[in-house]
Nanobody
Framework: QVQLVESGGDSVQAGGSLTLSCGVSGYTSVIDCMGWFRQFPGKEREAVAA????????YYTDPVKGRFAISRDNVKNTVYLQMNSLKHSDGAMYFC???????????????????WGHGTQVTVSS
């Protein structure tokens, strides 16, 4: 089993920055990819970014390219999402996810991920 715990969610003003963290524990050796997703009220969960553990390749959804950065610290077993130039439209519940046997063409699909955290809330005031 793999456990994920997100932290770092907060209320910030538009234009500000925030860093989300995802602590990973358990049988971490089976994880091939880590992702960040977000969910707006009444909407389906959508991909934000992903990183593949084998070669650290990263992927981003178009709305966050150039503003967000995903990274990982193997020593701390933590994955980060650095969010800069935040917009009101970035406000959502953010979830961390981990997957086994990941395909790079499917990084944005929630169904590819096997483990999920409980989420951390990001609020951006305009």
């Amino acid at each position: 089993q793999v456990q994920l715990v997100e932290s770092g969610g907060d209320s910030v003003q538009a234009g500000g920055s925030l860093t989300l963290s995802c602590g990973v524990s358990g049988y971490t050796s089976v994880i091939d990819c880590m992702g960040w997703f977000r969910q707006f009220p009444g909407k389906e969960r959508e991909a934000v970014a992903a990183i593949y553990t084998g070669d650290n390749t990263t992927y981003y959804t178009d709305p966050v390219k150039g503003r967000f950065a995903i990274s990982r610290d193997n020593v701390k077993n933590t994955v980060y999402l650095q969010m800069n130039s935040l917009k009101h439209s970035d406000g959502a519940m953010y979830f961390c996810a981990a997957g086994r046997g990941c395909y790079d063409t499917s990084w944005h699909r929630p169904t590819m991920y096997n483990y999920w955290g409980h989420g951390t809330q990001v609020t951006v005031s305009s």
